[in-house]
């Protein structure tokens, strides 16, 4: 961790600079700095109200807390009973400089919980399950609100693992109510006891209160789960939606990879599919469903502590029996907030984790967003030498192709308990309800039911490891920063002094030629289709967020500036310079481009032409010829995060309009924005 924290601060300290400057020039705008958590797991563990309260005009005033940020998953705060979800950018920035959050009324769905869930179910179990039956039911544009007499069986933490994966459902929130479990998790986490008694008041004067036995509200429509039928679950291999059950994962798998070794065998020469590689001196066979990737990470559940108090027991119990995690595997966690290391370390569970390599990285979106860090060079060497299919497990929020990690074609979703059990197995072609993990010390076979821990087992540690003092602690001095935080040079005086050497922050060319009138509307003529995409297609296919590959137009641009390969850092780290974004746009390595069929990634051809070549040069090259463009597209164009970079780089490279059969509502909102029509 220490090392990855010395890096992001070399790495990244004119953006820093950057925050830090607005922290001093702004009123009212704070900034939590870098290697204390993710937003949204420091939102509900200390920043959120769920009721506010002012004095006007000598009057005392209580109202409902309210939030919009700008990541999909800002809905984690509903599970507090706080009303908030993702916005763009761009919507952001017009809500801090006072304009209102505008909205058509919404329909809202109904989801009934009743039961308890089963023993040896987690709350991804139940949140993949969710996600599968709310994509089904199609709530894009509408609220979710959660009810039932299960809600007395669900802590507050499940509750916000839920309502973080709203963006994944498609719904704009996933609302829980306030009852008496949101007051115990209040006390948990430190706030104090005349605030939690007016929450209470207010919700019960204002009938946000839920109590068991309650009528039902009038919805537009109502879902039902019995949470007793929730079964151990994955999600893949490449969206959310497609929970897949443990005991089918090995079919999933080997359904996916034939499609993939088909098209493989199409190649000359054709790969065998696995390759030999050594590392430290051992050398194994890395093949087709090697788990290259299991990482305990994101917001979705690293806020939930019997998924991480079992994953560590999991990995105590199979530390007992004499296993360790496959060489080939690549281990790491990244816990949402620094609480959640305290409560490990007085578990004393940090040890076994370790021990299987898991070891805390840093406190951050790492894996999920797809900064997971290079894999060792001779896996690498492995993967492209026998073209290999390999599997990630993750547990993540998404797993949209190519964001996880380039060399890695096949993404599962799984809890945190899980991501472990796949360390230990290696692979994703195997049974983990039948067939043995490993050999134990002892020679025997070890199966996952033999390491699994018990809910009372999980139950009895959080009520010995997790109290409201580590909070306390924990966010006595959340705004103050470390040395390296505070040790960052400001640039002096009321208007930011753009630095034109800078390759991270640069000043944008948005208002280049705009005037206070705006100028008359006009129609697209002679346009070019700039690219012919299917379903699904994700803004991490339009703007990614990881690595930045050594052949894209961004690297060149980059060594055009002097800048080293090793320090091109990731597209999510440019996000400041619209120079380097504009030619990330559509570049994933995973977007396939009807226009050039046969290929992967970033690539079109020219009309009229005919040349191939990357998007970016195409979209300049149709600009100095003054050809508006447009892109085309299937179902569910601009999924899952909230990343307005997708439109502004859609927008800097001349693209007009946006057709596809639908739109995600966050991206549609950022097209507009930018002035690109989605149709």
């Not at 109200?49 to 009057?59: L, S, W």
């Not at 704009?172 to 008496?180: K, Q, Y």
């Not at 209040?186 to 036995?213: C, D, F, P």
Request: glycine share 10%.
């Amino acid at each position: 961790f220490a090392l990855n924290a010395e890096l992001e601060f070399s790495r990244n300290r004119e953006r820093y600079a950057f925050l830090r400057w607005g922290q001093r020039a702004f009123n009212n705008f704070k900034v939590v700095p870098p290697d204390t958590g993710i937003v949204h797991q420091v939102n509900i563990e200390h920043l959120a109200r769920v009721v506010f309260d002012a004095e006007r005009d000598g009057v005392r005033w209580a109202y409902p807390d309210t939030l919009v940020g700008t990541d999909s998953h800002t809905t984690m705060v509903n599970g507090l009973g706080v009303l908030g979800w993702g916005v763009g950018g761009i919507e952001a920035e017009a809500a801090m400089l006072g304009q209102p959050v505008t909205m058509l009324i919404p329909h809202v769905i109904g989801f009934k919980l009743t039961g308890t869930l089963p023993a040896g179910t987690t709350a991804t179990d139940l949140v993949l399950t969710v996600t599968e039956m709310l994509r089904k039911k199609g709530v894009v544009d509408k609220f979710v609100e959660f009810f039932g007499d299960g809600l007395a069986n669900l802590p507050l933490a499940d509750r916000a693992t839920i309502a973080n994966m709203s963006p994944e459902f498609g719904s704009t929130c996933a609302i829980f109510p306030i009852d008496n479990e949101t007051l115990r998790y209040l006390e948990l986490t430190a706030r104090s006891a005349e605030h939690i008694a007016m929450v209470k008041a207010y919700a019960q004067h204002q009938g946000m209160w839920r109590e068991n036995g309650q009528p039902q509200a009038d919805y537009t429509d109502v879902l039902e789960l019995d949470l007793g039928a929730v079964e151990p679950s994955l999600a893949g291999p490449k969206r959310p939606q497609d929970r897949v059950p443990l005991r089918s994962a090995k079919q999933t798998y080997q359904a996916a990879q034939k499609k993939m070794a088909d098209e493989r065998a199409t190649k000359n020469p054709p790969a065998t599919g696995a390759a030999m590689a050594t590392v430290a001196g051992k050398s194994f066979e890395v093949t087709d469903g090697a788990v290259l990737i299991a990482a305990i990470t994101s917001c979705t559940n690293t806020s939930n502590p019997a998924v991480l108090i079992g994953a560590g027991l999991l990995a105590r119990n199979a530390r007992r029996r004499g296993l360790t995690s496959k060489p080939w595997v690549k281990t790491s966690l990244a816990p949402g907030s620094r609480v959640v290391t305290d409560y490990l370390n007085k578990a004393g569970l940090t040890g076994d984790l370790e021990a299987l390599g898991f070891y805390t990285v840093g406190y951050g979106c790492t894996t999920c967003i797809g900064n997971s860090g290079p894999l060792k060079p001779e896996i690498s060497e492995a993967v492209r030498a026998g073209d290999v299919i390999a599997c990630s497990v993750l547990s993540g929020n998404r797993n949209f192709e190519g964001r996880v990690h380039p060399e890695v074609k096949m993404n599962f979703l799984a809890s945190p308990p899980l991501v472990v059990a796949y360390a230990l197995a290696g692979t994703l072609d195997l049974d983990l309800t039948t067939e043995p993990l490993g050999i134990g010390a002892d020679g025997k076979a070890v199966y996952l039911k033999d390491i699994w821990p018990t809910s009372g087992e999980i139950h009895d540690f959080i009520a010995k490891s997790v109290d409201s003092a580590m909070f306390r602690k924990g966010y006595a001095s959340v705004f103050a920063g470390d040395e390296n935080w505070n040790s960052i040079r400001l640039p002096a005086g009321k208007i930011y002094a753009w630095d034109e050497k800078s390759t991270y922050v640069k000043n944008p060319p948005y208002f280049v030629g705009m005037t206070m009138k705006p100028g008359a509307v006009t129609d697209i003529r002679n346009a070019r289709v700039l690219a012919l995409l299917g379903d699904s297609v994700t803004t991490d296919h339009i703007s990614p967020a990881g690595d930045i590959s050594k052949t894209s137009p961004a690297a060149k641009y980059l060594v055009s500036l002097g800048v080293q390969p090793v320090d091109f850092n990731s597209y999510g780290a440019r996000r400041g310079n619209h120079e380097i974004m504009m030619r990330g746009t559509f570049a994933n390595i995973r977007l396939r481009n009807l226009l050039a069929p046969g290929t992967e990634g970033g690539v079109t051809i020219h009309v009229p032409s005919g040349e191939p070549m990357s998007i970016y040069d195409a979209a300049m090259r149709y600009k100095q010829e003054s050809t508006p463009l447009v892109v085309l597209a299937g179902k569910e164009y601009g999924t899952g995060s909230s990343r307005d970079w997708a439109a502004k780089g859609t927008m800097l490279l001349g693209v007009k309009a946006v057709i596809a059969e639908s739109f995600e509502r966050i991206h549609r909102s950022n097209l507009i924005g930018m002035g690109v029509l989605p149709l």
